[in-house]
Structure formats: structure tokens, C-alpha cells
Nanobody, 126 residues
Framework: QVQLVESGGGLVQAGGSLRLSCVVSGRNLMNGAMGWFRQAPGKERVFVAA????????RYADSVKGRFTISRDNAKNTVYLQMNSLKPEDTAVYLC???????????????????WGQGTQVTVSS
């Protein structure tokens, strides 16, 4: 069984930075592509970024391109999301997810991800 635990969220002023981490246990992370999604209150879960199993491929939502960077350390079973130049509209619960069926992909579709963490809250004040 795969477990994902996010950390690193918090309250930050607009223009600030945060680094989210997602530690995966229970299965070899190298077998899966990983993604970050976010969900604001009353809104749908939306794609933020994804990285393939080797880290060779990444994909970003247009809203975060140039500001966010996804990376992974397979030796530590950890995926990161570096968030810079944060804006109030980035406020949401951020969730990481594992896609173990398409390890070479970087899917933007939530339903393709097999396992999810509980999320970490990111709040950006203006």
C-alpha cells in the first residue's frame, strides 16, 4: 500500500516562497510519475505540476509556469514543489499524487492518479 504525506505548507505574504515536500512510502517511488494538484474551498481540484518517474519530463499548469518547480529525489522517496513569487490566488490545499500505471508520463488528469496524500494548506496573504 502506498502512502503519501505532504508537508511544508503555511502562511506567506505575496511574493514569498514555500517548498512543499511529499514523502512516499509503501512502494518504490521510482515506479511512478508524480503530480501536484491544488484545491481551493468550493472549487475543483486542479493540476499544478507533474514529473515522470526518472525526472526527465516535467509539466506545469500555465498559471504557475516560471514560478513553481517540481523535482524528485528517488533515493529519498520524496517529491518537491518549490513555489516562488506566490500570489493570493495560489491559496489552496496542495496534494501530491502518484501515477503508477504511466510512469513515463506527466498527466494533468486527476483521475489517472492512483494514490493521494491528505494535502497541506498554503495561504498567501496580499
Amino acid at each position: 500500500q502506498v502512502q503519501l504525506v505532504e508537508s511544508g505548507g503555511g502562511l506567506v505574504q505575496a511574493g514569498g516562497s514555500l517548498r512543499l515536500s511529499c514523502v512516499v512510502s509503501g512502494r518504490n517511488l521510482m515506479n511512478g510519475a508524480m503530480g501536484w494538484f491544488r484545491q481551493a474551498p468550493g472549487k475543483e481540484r486542479v493540476f499544478v505540476a507533474a514529473i515522470s518517474s526518472s525526472g526527465a519530463s516535467t509539466r506545469y499548469a500555465d498559471s504557475v509556469k516560471g514560478r513553481f518547480t517540481i523535482s524528485r529525489d528517488n533515493a529519498k522517496n520524496t517529491v518537491y514543489l518549490q513555489m516562488n513569487s506566490l500570489k493570493p490566488e495560489d491559496t489552496a490545499v496542495y496534494l501530491c499524487a502518484a501515477d503508477l500505471r504511466r510512469p513515463y508520463g506527466t498527466s494533468t488528469v486527476a483521475m489517472y492518479y492512483d494514490y493521494w496524500g491528505q494535502g497541506t494548506q498554503v495561504t498567501v496573504s496580499s
